[in-house]
Nanobody
Framework: QVQLVESGGGLVQAGGSLRLACAASGGPFSAYGMGWFRQAPGKEREVVARISRSGVMTAYADSVKGRFTISRDNAKNTLYLQMNSLKPEDTAVYYC?????????????WGQGTQVTVSS
């Protein structure tokens, strides 16, 4: 099955931007619906955005609509999350995940996570 490794996290000021990447290996990346999730300290993990196998269909949490964009490059086996207009409440560990079902899940393959910290 596919293995996932996130990168691109870091510290950014409020209003800034970051681009996360999730590199997939060991499996047919284009066969998986993909998603980005996040978990802040003391909070449950929540879905941020999801994308279909082809990249045509996407879905976003209300809290990030208009600010975040999920995309994928199946030729490069990579998933992306462009995050603009970042807010302190976006601070969390961000995880990418894969689903062999649909892009709505369930997601059963997870990366190790990358920390995003937004300072006010």
């Amino acid at each position: 099955q596919v293995q996932l490794v996130e990168s691109g996290g870091g510290l950014v000021q409020a209003g800034g931007s970051l681009r996360l990447a999730c590199a997939a290996s060991g499996g047919p990346f284009s066969a998986y619906g993909m998603g980005w999730f996040r978990q802040a300290p003391g909070k449950e993990r929540e879905v941020v955005a999801r994308i279909s196998r082809s990249g045509v269909m996407t879905a976003y949490a209300d809290s990030v609509k208009g600010r975040f964009t999920i995309s994928r490059d199946n030729a490069k086996n990579t998933l992306y999350l462009q995050m603009n207009s970042l807010k302190p409440e976006d601070t969390a560990v961000y995880y990418c995940a894969a689903s062999l079902s649909t892009y709505m899940g369930p997601f059963n393959i997870w990366g190790q996570g990358t920390q995003v910290t937004v300072s006010s």
